[in-house]
């Protein structure tokens, strides 16, 4: 391999996409970028709808949103073969590469989004000071998708030019709208990962060290993003608050309650009530009020349990107010079990090489929640096996912070791990 | 009329019952000497479950506590051959004198329960100072029923020595249970002023001065009176918290909503959560849970708007925590709109007084609540006439405090006023 | 007086201001025409600075908001000669005229201020069909201020032109910023009204019929409007929830305990939590909220009473959520007591007026809150008198309403019915 | 050892504890026995306030409730010679023998009290069956302290027995009021175990099977018990409800808040308020309101952290509501990790035993809390060494239960167990 020239690739890449962040289910100059060259090496791609079940798409923006970001993609240097595949913002690409020889099906899962943060524009922080910071107010990749993605396409040029010594069928997701956990399901949905015996997700940092390899990552927490709101009726609060039905109030006693809900015994539960807006002005009983809740559990069953009191107490506030409630759920994410079959393999991999210095097998650290969790859980039900594993980078600061940054070293790592993984799974028939 | 004679009767009888208190529904030894000492005078008496509807007896003690006091009234000067009228509770009485003339049907109402409060043992407290101080702890006639009872068999008295100068028929009624606002309704449902022309309750004291009168008091307060309890599922605090449904929160989240019920534009309104019981240990999720409630408005409609909202907010507090509730109204009172062709009869007989100083015709001061305003309600729908009120008194301390105690004056002042009244609207036809 | 002339200028005026409103503190365009025509009817004109306390100006937009208008102002048709008078916001105007005989100092106040409220462009909405709605999206005269300043523009006028008929001095004052009660405390700390013997506020409309005038309405609730913001600390929610303070549920417990203020046995309360906004993301503990608060009562003092308890709440709150908080009072209005002495000249004129079918002396009728009231106060404590008249009007729609709309024959009304006790008054010595 | 003979003792002792429980400070009737016995044996005796500071005695019952209590010991079976010195309530017992030889302090921790719970009347239940059910209502040993008691005079007769095969000097602490974590903490103040090298505390059941050992347990989560009070000021809930200091309400919102106490990311938490008792009367503005709290963590630290909070909230609400409160903590507990050195000890003598089929060294598995901590914790800042280990036994019904009974098998396996580790430790020098 010349993995020099790929080591360049790799980065410019992943700067590019760095610059052009693009938020879940708006990823439509990356899914172009990405879409053409995977094109170019060969692979069989299927986009779009395709892969994606529309009724399992959560939180996805509304039309205008969507239609005004496809103006800005397509002027600032989406592919224009390819963005018309994407531009309902249905982002998300399959791309398959059959060896026509006997052999397992293995699937590499990543991430394209970016996230709502302000980019620094310190002098110490790297994307400032090289020029690649995001062009976009209030759009950065804090968390590494544009890492993820950048590994993708390395991997897949990699698997191209190697395709001689693999078996079976290789298929590279890139998912769309990993943040909030919404994008995951509605690509199983779609029946993407049906035929799949082997499946990697992985991730770069999140607590793990530069040149460390986390085989199989069981930290994540079940989760579910739930956004709730309570229309009532208005009225002046001087002359005839009577008269109004307070959509504020009931919001106020939900929050309180919610947060209020019953520790589990069985494992850790969150319950965090991130946004409420309510209210039109002093002088009137508000009529409406919105909230962002979001649930977690150790478990799925322990997030369930969360996520059924929160329903009950938007339903009790909602009595206890007489205004109506509206209750979505716009992400989610399951508790994972990763399958020692195949962890084993990325650890064995992560061993071999001279760029690791340490592997690990198996951690229980919390790591936040992951909707490539429903990927693992459907594969592993027909059957498969499914893995997480972390790639250790050194961090500029943390994830979903504002100065984050990656070692850009452990782009390569990454990869030939991948690939290696690739060779030994591909074999084991 | 030997009014001397009168007027250390009335004292002896109030002393008597001052002595005895009885609360509401247990009235048994007053009723059963109030009932010897009428039926000796000549009136028709109609008494227990025939003036009282037991379906609408609210807040009625159980069994247990009806059966021990009927005990303590046989031991305490009961009259023996009247008590077993009396011995479930059913303490009302109706007594009537006919003229066989023609005239309009005049009725009377006094109340008979004392207050759960433990009477002073100071020095200067009057009722212990002349031995009349309640022979029970935690009883007493701290609000001046006593006095009630008194001045109704004053009048009794004063009619029968009279009776061929009255016309019609005169009706006494002796209420039970008028604290909480418990026993009219059982009464009126009872049918007992179906057939009343004029209706006459009367309060001494209530904030008016020493030998004034307040001919139409309209300042009652309609009120309802609710237990509300929350029965959910106990467990261990530290070992099984999620198994538990927690009544305590129910309650503490129904407490704080009720209080915030919206004020209303066109009158007041009062909630108060009196009492709040919850919880059996303080390591066991707590399974139930109590709550005494009262609520109040300008007008019976203001007070059935709090009402309502109490019963949307318990229902919303038990879906919240997954409980079960349970509410009953165990007391009610209604606002009253005195009727002036009987109040003016009562502020003539004042003015003609030469006891009384001042009568006030109608007055608006809030005065709490009454459940006279029940029989109000029916007389008038019927095409009646009604009014509620007020002789003036000197109090040694405020009504329901432990040192309550009034000017025996007013005992007197009240009866002939009463008597004269009656005699005025025998007359009316 | 040839009225036909002025009933067009009246309308004409008041459709200029309809089309151009300007909110609170921003009423740099109006104040700039009314400046410039009270110049030159040869009133002695104070603006400013110079009639409005800095330090006293409640709820007042920041520099940025007020320059940008500043602009806007220039661009649409301010008067060039005096726009600057008012460039910092500060848009009060009193014109005096000085009779040079003896005589009283009789005042009136014209509020100019416009509301935030995106007028109606239904066809039947007259303003848009006679083309005067307002050129601005979100900003509206919804309530009739800009009929207040076309009244008070027409009684200037009469004044100017019968001057030589009139003793004493007459002061009129065209006051900033009535909506959120916020402007008229800065003026009377400008010592407007000091040498004030009798003081006219009035208003249209506010449920007055057509045709009809009350001279005192007695009916304001006194209120004040508070602004409550708690900072905590963020910190991710699923990672290290204990790590933040928690502004989002200080926010919810202080609403939820505010609307829980004990009701007054003295008068009427309202407490409103019109807005509450908090947290910046679902999975991140809330660190910011932001609450709009309005307290009313019966009295000042009765106000006061459930300030004082949304004080307590709001620093309970913080010290439960380990959070700082900040409370500013950006309005505040008094309740009032009306002069007798000056409202029976008003009823008087009204009564004389052809124009009016019914004149009222006296009303009770709750109609919101007001800040001429600290004129009123003010007026009255220095030994003068005071009173709040209002001009029915038949309204298209309530009061702050986007299809609000008057009869503007009330116009010419209401300048000769002031016109006239200004006259009355003036003699009055 | 005849320990035939030993196994009926320990059962003959055991059913008379059971018989006759006695809750927290008033194991007066207990302590008189086993102070007899371990006399008898030859034991040195400590007693009382010898070896309880009574600072440190949380949640000790009053003064009427010990003398009442003192009467009922000395009428049932209380030991009169022994009796005196527990009569102020102060039960604790310290039974030292010195060997007289070289060698370590060993001590052994026993409790004695039983739980304020009426036992089953069941037929099936064994205690009532064999008629040792507990002759008071409402007071049982339900957790098996009775059986604790009699293995510490098991282990007592067979050292007394063979003190000539032990060096060093032998500690068998009798601790009352473990229920409730509330007794240990004042034995460790007085200095109890300062001396001691090796603490071995005991439990039978929680979770254990029969006949096996789980030599150290250090799933004990760390417990803090609140008593938290306020007082308010009551006013008449109609008249004049403005006057009142709400105190049911501050404790509501204390409830409702202290509930949301944020999760920790280190490890579980609780929180309960398990008794929530407010008001005097439906139409009072309540003045009173008392809260039983308890708060768990699964370190010191994390029970800190919502100690913390709990404090901060009850502040909070107090201010909110313009009461005092009372913050009292009567029980406490402390998380604990197992010293190997003397678990592994106790691990050995279980795989000795032929009646035990399995021991395990340690286990994690949650078993409520423990004030057996203290003595741990301060053991091992003086360099010392402690375990808590646990008895497995088959239980008819859980802790805490009314129908909770033990094996008796086990009485005799764990006397062995804890004789055998004393040889073994009392010759580790």
Redesign the interface.
Same mark, same amino acid.
């Given at each position: 391999m010349v993995n020099n020239h790929l080591a360049e690739k790799l980065v410019e890449w992943r700067r590019d996409f760095h610059q052009y962040p693009e938020t879940g289910f708006l990823e439509m100059r990356t899914a172009s970028i990405v879409a053409s060259i995977l094109d170019q090496l060969g692979f069989e791609l299927q986009m779009g709808k395709n892969v994606m079940s529309p009724d399992h798409c959560m939180g996805k923006p509304n039309d205008t949103v969507t239609k005004q970001h496809l103006e800005w993609a397509r002027e600032n240097g989406a592919h224009q073969d390819y963005i018309d595949y994407f531009s309902e913002g249905y982002t998300g690409i399959v791309a398959t590469l059959d060896t026509n020889k006997n052999g397992p099906t293995v699937a590499y899962r990543f991430d394209m989004d970016a996230l709502p943060i302000n980019e620094s524009d310190k002098p110490e922080h790297v994307p400032f000071k090289e020029g690649f910071r995001s062009i976009l107010a209030d759009k950065m990749h804090a968390c590494g998708h544009d890492a993820h993605t950048s590994i993708g396409l390395g991997l897949a040029s990699l698997i191209a030019e190697n395709k001689d010594n693999l078996c079976g069928r290789i298929k590279l997701i890139f998912q769309p709208a990993e943040e909030?956990t919404r994008g995951a399901k509605s690509m199983v949905e779609a029946n993407v990962v049906s035929d799949v015996d082997y499946f990697i997700a992985s991730h770069v940092g999140i607590g793990v060290p530069q040149d460390h390899v986390v085989a199989a990552n069981n930290g994540f %927490?079940a989760?579910s993003?739930i956004d709730i709101s309570f229309k009532g009726k208005a009225s002046? +609060?001087?002359?005839?608050?009577?008269?109004?039905d307070?959509a504020?109030?009931a +919001?106020?006693?939900a &929050? %309180?309650?919610m &947060?209020?809900i019953?520790? $589990?015994?069985?494992g850790?539960?969150?319950?965090?009530?991130?946004? %409420? $807006?309510?209210?039109?002005?002093?002088?009137?009983?508000?009529d409406s +009020?919105a909230l962002?809740?979001?649930t977690?559990g150790d478990t799925s069953d322990i997030n369930c @349990?969360v996520k059924k009191q929160v329903e009950?107490?938007a339903?009790?506030?909602?009595?206890? @107010?007489?205004v109506d409630y509206n209750l979505e759920v716009v992400g989610e994410g399951k508790s994972c079990n990763c399958s020692r079959e195949v962890a084993s393999v990325i650890h064995e991999c992560a061993q071999e090489s001279d760029k690791i210095t340490e592997s690990v097998l198996e951690s229980n650290d &919390?790591a936040?929640?992951e909707d490539a969790t429903f990927f693992m859980e459907e594969v592993q039900k027909n059957g498969g096996f499914a893995t997480y594993c972390v790639f250790g980078t050194e961090l500029a600061a943390g994830h $979903?912070n504002e100065q984050f940054d990656i070692n850009e070293d452990t782009l390569l790592q990454a990869v030939e791990i991948l690939y290696e993984s690739c060779m030994k799974l591909s074999d084991l028939n």
């Open positions: 909030g %927490l989760t993003k002046h +609060a001087g002359g005839d608050p009577e008269k109004g307070n504020l109030l +919001a106020a006693t &929050s %309180l309650n &947060s209020g019953s520790r $589990h015994s069985e850790s539960t969150r319950i965090n009530i991130g946004e %409420l $807006h309510a209210g039109s002005g002093r002088n009137i009983i508000p +009020a962002k809740v979001e977690r @349990y009950s107490i339903v009790g506030a909602a009595t206890m @107010y007489n &919390s936040g929640s $979903h």
